[in-house]
């Protein structure tokens, strides 16, 4: 798997959604990506890459590209 | 009026504040809440469609403290079921979200506030109300079931004056939301803060939000409450790390905290002079009946404390008999003024006076130990506890029996459902219903596929048999 297929399998596997919905997805957009969910998702995420995200980021990530431009920081580039 | 609060007392105090900065001081809290009543006229019932907004509280405090019976419902209830506890309990008026309007068309809005409206039924009052019923709530979680629990004036005072004294609660407290109002928990933050003076932060942002954290620390929050996965999400944050210096209180109810999250929180509570307080309550007890004592929350791990002020547990053998000797479990029984009064089915319950005099048998199997710490070790009846919702596997049964005629039998711990069916193509059918009809994340599902449920000659259900697929 690329980092994108990585990137969007923990979006799908947490927030029962299909890959046409990510692009342009919002926090709350659909009932599963609530407070619950976005912990799903950050682990999810965190998981694939083997990395540990920060506080901030974690409450600052809120949409599926704001996602990719943090995981820049943490060298996971995703294209 | 003053019911429950005495607002004029501290007319000069800011009661709430909102992430938008949105100011309501205790005078406007007052004066405001008797401008709604003036249209509502005499005593009769009001749905409250709930937000974690300043509409919604000054709608309820209003409601309260002049005793006009108000019902406390999430405004993202499901239609149906919203429409189904209308028919049943015929209010005389709703309290909603003016951006829900539509929902409710043909009624007319008599009075707007503070982005709420109050919308006039087409009921004619066909019941009488109780002289001390003051307000009715779920039992948290609701699949569909019209049932209420009734609070009284005397409950709800009883409760809020007990958690002041217990939590040592006074004007300088500025509680932030971080429950739904509607959940007896959320609740009691509210109504035990008014009673002194307190300051509310008002918002219906959570924890994994920006906004949240922004609004937190701006208004310099002291205190907030939490479910045992308010808990895991914090942990998740890293929370030990962030620099919160308002914060002092943070508390936890509505189901059991692990006890390593209990001892990582009570920790970090000792190291940063903060207090980590466990309790314990259900909604048929107003809110609170347990709480273990802050000094005591790194030495009890796994407790859920003692009894609330004026309150008493005691423990029950299957034979009836008192339990004196400690660790023997025994279902757990409460005493005390804040025991509600029971439970409503519809709207021709509402009449109905006192049924607990002041004892609820909790449902609950607990143990104490030797310095008398009591210890919730299982339950009596079917139900988890799902992100602090109560939820009963029975009746989740009886839905997806009800909606696909299959075989069906649910189990599992809580935040952790797991339906067993004997069809495939049913799985992902079964698990959307359940998510639809609960309205919790679907994380906390997964239908499982087995060739047949076990079941005893009787054709009881061995529940026991499928915790083997889970545990």
């Known amino acids: ?79 | 009026m003053n019911k429950i609060w005495n607002l004029e007392k501290y007319k000069d105090c800011e009661a709430l504040i909102d992430e938008n900065g949105n100011v309501v001081t205790y005078e406007q809290l007052k004066s405001q809440g008797e401008d709604l009543i003036k249209s509502i006229g005499e005593r009769c019932l009001v749905f409250c469609l709930c937000r974690n907004e300043i509409g919604s509280i000054v709608g309820y405090v209003s409601f309260i403290n002049n005793g006009v019976v108000t019902a406390l419902l999430n405004s993202h209830l499901e239609e149906k079921l919203l429409e189904n506890l209308l028919e049943k309990y015929k209010p005389s008026f709703i309290w909603a979200p003016e951006d829900q309007m539509n929902q409710f068309e043909g009624l007319e809005s008599v009075y707007e506030k503070y982005d709420y409206v109050l919308l006039k039924t087409n009921y004619s009052k066909e019941y009488s109300l109780y002289n001390e019923l003051a307000l009715l709530l779920t039992t948290s979680g609701s699949t569909g079931s019209p049932k209420f629990v009734r609070q009284s004036y005397t409950n709800i005072l009883d409760n809020a004056s007990s958690i002041v004294d217990y939590l040592k609660l006074d004007s300088s407290e500025r509680p932030i939301t971080t429950l739904p109002m509607n959940y007896t928990y959320g609740l009691s933050i509210i109504n035990s803060h008014l009673l002194v003076g307190a300051t509310i932060l008002v918002t219906d942002k959570g924890l994994m939000q920006k906004e949240f954290w922004n609004f937190f620390k701006e208004a310099g929050a002291t205190s907030f409450g939490g479910v045992p996965y308010t808990y895991e999400m914090l942990d998740k944050l890293r929370f030990y790390r962030m620099q919160l210096p308002s914060l002092r209180t943070m508390t936890q109810a509505g189901g059991k905290i692990t006890p390593e999250l209990h001892e990582k929180f009570a920790k970090y509570a000792e190291e940063q002079h903060k207090k980590f307080v466990v309790m314990y309550g259900q909604c048929e007890a107003t809110a609170r009946m347990g709480y273990l004592p802050p000094e005591k929350a790194a030495e009890k791990k796994g407790s859920m404390g003692i009894p609330i002020p004026g309150g008493k547990f005691t423990l029950i053998d299957v034979n009836g008999q008192g339990i004196t000797t400690p660790h023997t479990t025994g279902e757990l029984v409460y005493e005390g003024k804040n025991v509600t009064l029971g439970y409503a089915e519809s709207g021709e319950d509402l009449i109905e006076g006192d049924e607990r005099h002041g004892v609820l048998a909790t449902g609950d199997m607990a143990q104490f130990d030797e310095d008398g710490y009591y210890y919730i070790v299982g339950r009596k009846k079917r139900f988890l506890k799902i992100y602090g919702n109560r939820v009963n596997l029975d009746e989740i049964d009886r839905l997806i029996k009800g909606e696909f005629e299959i075989e069906v039998a649910s189990s599992g711990v809580d935040d952790h459902m797991y339906i067993f069916i004997t069809d495939t193509g049913f799985a992902d059918r079964v698990k959307d219903f359940v998510v639809s009809k609960t309205k919790l994340n679907p994380a906390a599902f997964k239908t499982i596929v087995i060739d047949e449920i076990p079941k005893n000659d009787s054709g009881k259900t061995l529940y026991k048999e499928l915790t083997k697929y889970y545990a």
């Open chain 1, 1 to 79: 798997m690329n980092n994108r297929e990585k990137y969007n399998n923990a979006f799908i596997e947490s927030l029962d959604v299909e890959e046409s919905q990510l692009a342009g997805l919002k926090y709350q957009d659909v009932p599963a990506w609530d407070s619950v969910g976005h912990m799903g998702l950050v682990s999810e995420i965190e998981d694939a890459f083997d990395i540990q995200f920060e506080t901030d980021d974690i409450v600052d990530f809120n949409s599926y590209e704001k996602g990719i431009e943090i995981l820049k920081k943490y060298s996971v580039v995703i294209e």
